[in-house]
């Protein structure tokens, strides 16, 4: 069964501290995306990565890092230094970058406390 | 730069009649046009996407470059097409831009 998988469903942050977000495709997509859902405010990104190994910054980056050592995987943390961190994230992935066949995770709603 | 406007928060409409969800953009390149929805509790799928010229659901939507908008439409709504709906654009060394969303709300 081929899709791309987050976990938790559910991240509760005590202020200060950092969280990481996990997303895993199988669907052999070289190109994985993290966005930021906020009512009112659409999607918006926070970092894509085009290919292993390789990362860029979005629109609304600060605060948050990532990784992708393995094609499969491209976590997200959310660090300390993000102010506004409750929101909703969602995880996407494409066949490359630049093909709008995006796939979407379920998501993780993250809340500070 | 590039920008979706969904100039909707919310639409409401009642069973039955025409529904049309606005999207207008801002690109000066060859643009791929994209409707996502959202159903409650579900995950972002593809409704549309502009070169495919399909109907799906019911809903189409029309590329018009001359308006730059890409609004999608219903001749008659149904309450399971209460949900969430995204306009997104492509295009040459970008990843997606998406609009703020408008929720549609088909009332009985």
């Known amino acids: 069964d081929g899709g791309i998988t987050q976990s938790p469903k559910y991240l509760f942050r005590k202020e200060g501290q950092n969280v990481t977000l996990s997303c895993e495709q199988n669907l052999n997509h070289d190109a994985m995306y993290w966005y930021r859902q906020d009512p009112g405010q659409g999607l918006r990104l926070i970092y894509y990565?085009?290919?292993?190994?390789?990362?860029q910054k979005g629109d609304i980056a600060e605060g948050y890092s990532v990784s992708r050592e393995k094609k499969e995987s491209f976590p997200l943390t959310v660090t300390s230094a993000q102010k506004n961190p409750t929101a909703f994230y969602l995880c996407?992935?494409?066949?490359?970058?630049?093909?709008?066949?995006?796939?979407f995770g379920s998501g993780t709603r993250l809340t500070v406390v | 730069a590039q920008r979706v406007t969904q100039p909707e928060k919310l639409l409401s409409v009642f069973k039955g009649a025409p529904v049309e969800l606005k999207c207008n953009y801002s690109y000066s390149g060859s643009p791929e046009l994209f409707w996502y929805v959202q159903y409650s509790r579900q995950r972002l799928q593809l409704l549309l996407r502009?070169?495919s010229r399909e109907s799906i659901k019911g809903f189409t939507a029309d590329l018009n470059k001359g308006e730059t908008s890409f609004h999608l439409k219903k001749p008659f709504a149904q309450e399971e097409d209460s949900a969430m709906y995204y306009c997104a654009l492509g295009g040459q060394g970008f990843s997606f831009i998406f609009g703020k969303g408008t929720r549609l709300l088909v009332k009985p």
């Open positions: 502009h070169i």
């Open positions: 990565s085009q290919i292993v190994n390789d990362f």
């Open positions: 996407a992935s494409s066949r490359q970058w630049g093909n709008y066949g995006y796939t």
